[in-house]
């Protein structure tokens, strides 16, 4: 990415904000249930329960305490994490060897609507994303299709942000609930599997199962063209 680039990517996002802000402030919008924004979140949700979804937006949500403490997990694992302000983010971005960001959120218009969207952790080498990482905590020790549609959102805003996503891959981490307590041994996963992962096979293979002790990472190639 062009080292003058980040210019163009910060002014998107300020004229996104604005104009949500200005939505939310108007109080009007095409969207069902008068929301001036899409939370990515929500939108993978609709492969579970569009019901659920929409009892959500009618009653507002009720977490469960599987969530809650999940919640919690995702705050232990960004509290080593430099807070900086967004403009200085994508300014370092292009000029640092790697960049891992947490929890930021990016903004996308598609049509009239705003989306917003806030990755658990992206990795960039040189200005490139080529990992973004998303953490489960489930019973389950695979992924479902609304866990994976969620992060191909994400890759999508990267890629309309302007970042080059030609390498990029993402994962789903599922740990067992229990893990919620072992935040610190969670939180090395994506360091282990850029350990342990070859990007160029991955891109060939198009998908690669791992698995740290009872952890099990799920990668795949991001394919904008993939439905």
């Not at 300020?14 to 939505?23: F, S």
């Not at 030609?166 to 981490?173: D, T, V």
């Not at 969670?186 to 998908?207: A, F, G, M, N």
């Amino acid at each position: 990415m062009p080292q003058d680039n980040w210019k163009t990517i910060f002014e998107n996002q300020v004229k996104l904000r604005e104009e949500l802000i200005e939505r939310v402030k108007k109080g009007k919008s095409n969207l069902k249930f008068n929301r001036p924004y899409l939370i990515v979140s929500d939108i993978a949700s609709q492969f579970y329960s569009e019901a659920k979804l929409e009892l959500d937006y009618i009653f507002g949500k009720i977490k469960t305490e599987a969530q809650k403490e999940g919640s919690k997990l995702h705050e232990r694992m960004a509290e080593d994490a430099e807070a900086i302000g967004f403009k200085e983010l994508v300014q370092k971005i292009p000029k640092a060897e790697e960049m891992v960001i947490v929890e930021t959120p990016f903004f996308m218009k598609s049509h009239d609507d705003i989306i917003v969207g806030k990755p658990d952790l992206i990795i960039f080498k040189r200005g490139i994303p080529i990992f973004l990482f998303e953490y489960k905590f489930s019973k389950y020790s695979t992924t479902f299709p609304n866990q994976q549609v969620q992060a191909q959102i994400y890759c999508q805003i990267l890629k309309e942000l302007g970042y080059n996503t030609n390498l990029l891959c993402y994962g789903i981490i599922i740990a067992p609930r229990d893990m919620t307590k072992k935040s610190n041994k969670v939180k090395k996963i994506p360091r282990e599997v850029l350990k342990r992962i070859d990007i160029s096979s991955l891109i060939q293979e198009q998908e690669v199962e791992l698995q740290f002790d009872q952890i099990n990472v799920f990668l795949y190639k991001f394919d904008s063209q993939k439905k």
